[in-house]
């Protein structure tokens, strides 16, 4: 996608009514923005194209087997494991990455990126991505400079992350939409979010709970879609399914925890392959996996 194209889409957005009251003044798009948001479009593949508002999947039957009689064991087991056993998501996870020293708008635009950084890419590459940019950019990580920066530096501070060639657009158009429609701020509603370059659900429903403070849904990653299959508590094939499925019995307190508890489980036990499950899972008795019943 060349220069010249990110800035016909920044431009775009620009022209859009802001969702604020009209008394706030327009910002002006600075020419660096305009020519890097030409340049993201011209580059931009047919995934990065602006999409409606995504809409969740209705799951199957098939899909929701309802409680298990045991689920609260279980979940305990796993939970008391993982209070003795640190992981990277513990440490480095995407609601720990945004400066809690900065405004609340900035704290919560940084949120939103750490998130969208972080599909397909190990917690510790976030992280470093997050610091480069904060450290590299002019202005620092903020809506307002990533709409000014150079998109070839934003493309640098995060060429680790997976799907890198696409998410540094992915960012920098989301920015120009935060940056004209919510003053710099994030979007507040799941509907908003979504909205936005490069954001599906899980990413929406996690930037409500870790940015908001919200707790509208649960966000389903690859871990804890992995899991909840394993265990036997969904019978989905994708996370969307496993979200609908654990919403439809997993008590709502229990929402904003089981992705950071299953994550963390998932990083240093319950692997993608190999699960370790003679290494001391606490909860292999219960476990069609770790009995043999179903394969990994």
């Avoid at 910002?27 to 409606?52: C, F, K, N």
């Avoid at 996870?93 to 400066?99: F, H, K, N, S, Y």
Wanted: charged residues 25%; proline residues 8%; contains cysteine.
């Amino acid at each position: 996608m060349d220069r010249r194209i990110i800035a016909r889409r920044v431009v775009a957005t620009a022209a859009s009514p802001v969702q604020r009251p009209p008394t706030q003044p327009n910002l002006p798009l600075a020419s660096p923005l305009a020519e890097g948001i030409s340049s993201l479009t011209d580059r931009a593949s047919p995934q990065t194209e602006a999409v409606p508002a995504k809409r969740a999947r209705k799951t199957t039957k098939d899909q929701v087997p309802g409680p298990p009689d045991d689920w609260e064991e279980v979940l305990e087991k796993i939970e008391a494991y993982r209070k003795g056993h640190l992981a990277p998501v513990d440490t480095m996870g995407c609601e720990r990455l945004g400066d809690k020293a900065g405004t609340p708008e900035v704290f919560r635009f940084q949120t939103l990126v750490s998130l969208m950084l972080s599909a397909q890419t190990k917690d510790h590459i976030t992280a470093e991505a997050i610091g480069r940019l904060k450290d590299r950019i002019p202005g620092g990580l903020t809506a307002l400079s990533m709409t000014k920066a150079d998109p070839d530096l934003v493309h640098e501070c995060i060429n680790k992350v997976g799907f890198h060639n696409r998410k540094y657009k992915d960012i920098i158009l989301a920015a120009a939409t935060c940056m004209q429609k919510y003053d710099g701020d994030i979007p507040d509603s799941l509907e908003g979010l979504m909205a936005l370059q490069g954001v599906g659900p899980k990413m929406a429903y996690l930037t409500l709970q870790c940015a908001w403070f919200r707790n509208e849904g649960i966000g389903v990653d690859t871990h804890v879609h992995r899991i909840a299959n394993r265990l036997g508590w969904v019978n989905a094939k994708q996370p969307e399914g496993t979200r609908l499925a654990l919403e439809s019995w997993l008590p709502r307190e229990k929402w904003a925890t089981i992705n950071a508890t299953l994550v963390g489980f998932g990083q240093v036990l319950c692997l993608p392959t190999r699960p370790r499950c003679s290494e001391g899972c606490p909860v292999r008795e219960q476990c069609p996996v770790g009995q043999g019943k179903k394969k990994a």
